[in-house]
């Protein structure tokens, strides 16, 4: 990666040193502060006093999804930095360490992987319907907040160093909003001692389609698993073992910082194996994402390839640094065809030709404005409030506010924890 390259999506990221510079305008605001998204002074009266219990009434401010709207220079984002991570078991146990981590072992180029194999008799499915919402990411920053105190802080007193804590796959999500034509999302935002954590809630229409799912797309979703357990090994020096159990409550994730103009974010992301090459670069710069996807035969289908499926492939890989995608193209009998690998840096060039397609620059800057607008709207620091803000394709993102409710998602383990150590560490 060419760290000194700093607008361009090709090169990935801003280096270090001139990424926290604050780009502004003439006016003085941060160049991602865009006015569409800014309240006028009678708005920000009426959100510093939210009406009692329920949503707030004001739901007239919004922030366009518009594309031309943010097209724009690429934003500074700060090459990624892990700074910790964590496994969970087959019991979906926490631990703070890399017991899950797996090693990449590159298959031949037609391997002929069946990924049905297994699926009746050797798959231990993830309750879907358990939230776990911020939980484990909690978890980890109490293990860890001597790494996350502001400078100079005690770690027994500090506020994080950060804006907003959140997991990647919700970012991802913010990447792509400017082009989603199908899906809708919601996203709870509390703010806490300073900082904004951000969980996604399950929409109504997502509810309905984990419901109605059949046989067919539920065998479909072991497929993406399988292919993980042909090309992972337990140990540096071992082989994969397709004949054993896929357990997918099992998983290994980094927690990596960054900086998205003047937004410190703290992320977590699931990370599916590493390069086993002893001369591979330290993390997140080892790591591979794995991937499977409908062989391509037609030049209809390699557009769609293109318009739909690399979008979410680059926005969930180059958010924390990951540099390379594995792909097993499968027929329709579940049988990997073929693999290839897309570096992260290439993508916006396999899509320059495809007519009206998206754009990096896009995607960035619409999460930046996103988070500026969040900033705004979500003032009051009270773990119990939380602001939950709503999108659906082609439409404005609009918010309200709700108190002591069923959106509500910081733990009172993680609450009392923080704030007990703040309270004793200030008694006389």
């Known amino acids: 990666m060419d760290q000194h390259r700093s607008h361009n999506p090709n090169s990935s990221y801003q280096n270090p040193q001139s990424a926290y510079r604050r780009h502004r305008d003439a006016s003085g605001r941060n160049r991602c502060e865009n006015k569409r998204s800014r309240p006028n002074h009678h708005q920000q009266q009426q959100q510093q006093h939210p009406s009692g219990p329920g949503p707030n009434p004001l739901t007239s401010l919004g922030l366009s999804t518009r594309r031309e709207l943010y097209e724009r220079d690429f934003p500074v984002y700060k090459q990624p930095v892990e700074i910790g991570c964590f496994s969970l078991d087959s019991e979906r146990r926490f631990f703070n360490d890399d017991r899950q981590m797996r090693y990449y072992v590159e298959p031949e180029r037609t391997p002929n992987f069946d990924l049905r194999d297994g699926y009746k008799d050797r798959y231990i499915k993830r309750d879907g319907n358990v939230k776990e919402k911020l939980d484990h990411i909690l978890r980890w920053i109490l293990a860890n907040k001597s790494k996350l105190c502001s400078k100079g802080a005690a770690a027994s007193s500090c506020a994080l160093d950060f804006d907003f804590v959140t997991w990647r796959g919700h970012l991802t999500k913010l990447l792509t909003t400017p082009y989603e034509t199908r899906e809708g999302w919601l996203l709870a935002v509390t703010r806490f001692r300073g900082t904004l954590y951000i969980s996604e809630v399950e929409t109504e229409a997502a509810r309905r389609e984990q419901e109605n799912r059949t046989e067919r797309h539920e065998e479909m979703m072991y497929w993406g698993y399988k292919f993980e357990q042909y090309t992972c090994a337990d140990e540096v020096h071992s082989f994969p073992d397709p004949s054993g159990v896929v357990n997918t409550n099992e998983a290994f994730c980094t927690v990596v910082q960054t900086r998205l ?44 390839f293109h318009r739909f499926k690399l ?72 773990p119990s409030v939380v602001y939950l803000f709503s999108s659906e394709p082609r439409r404005d993102v609009t918010f309200s506010v709700h108190r002591d409710s069923q959106y509500s998602f910081l733990p009172h383990w993680f609450v009392e924890e923080m704030t007990s150590r703040a309270e004793a560490d200030h008694q006389p």
């Open 261 to 304: 103009a003047d937004h410190r974010l703290l992320f977590s992301g699931e990370v599916d194996c590493r390069d086993k090459d002893p001369k591979a670069p330290a993390p997140p710069a080892c790591y591979v994402e794995l991937k499977t996807s409908a062989e391509i035969c037609t030049p209809k289908q390699r557009s769609n």
């Open 311 to 382: 979008l979410k492939w680059w926005a969930q890989s180059f958010l924390p640094g990951v540099p390379r995608v594995v792909a097993g193209f499968k027929d329709d009998e579940g049988v990997v065809v073929n693999v290839d690998t897309f570096p992260i840096s290439k993508i916006s060039q396999l899509i320059k030709n495809e007519h009206n397609c998206w754009k990096p620059t896009v995607c960035m800057n619409f999460c930046c404005d996103f988070l500026s607008f969040v900033k705004q709207i979500a003032i009051e620091d009270h």
